[in-house]
């Protein structure tokens, strides 16, 4: 198994050192400092309101923003006082 080191730092410049000659191929890497909730993939903000939460929905795999909580599978447990 190869060894592989990667540097990162704030600049999106990412440095590797590969200690095996079996025939690795680099693609260009792009990193950024700064990202939002909607550039991930599994979540779904079209529904996005002052408000919102995000919900998993399991039928879709994503995380849903909702004003509303509308399901059974749901509970909110607030303690004991």
């Known amino acids: 198994m190869s060894a592989i080191r990667a540097n990162f ?5 990412v440095k590797a050192k590969f200690k095996s000659s079996s025939g690795i191929q680099a693609n260009s890497v792009t990193a950024t400092n ?3 909730l909607g550039q991930l ?3 779904d903000l079209t529904t ?5 939460m995000l919900i998993f929905n399991g039928t879709t795999n994503k995380f849903v923003s909702n004003v509303e909580i509308n399901n059974s599978n749901t509970r909110i447990i607030g303690g004991s006082f």
């Not at 730092?9 to 410049?13: A, K």
């Open 9 to 13: 730092s704030l600049n999106p410049s």
């Open 34 to 36: 700064t990202m939002s």
């Open 41 to 43: 993939t599994d979540v």
């Open 48 to 52: 996005l309101g002052d408000g919102s």
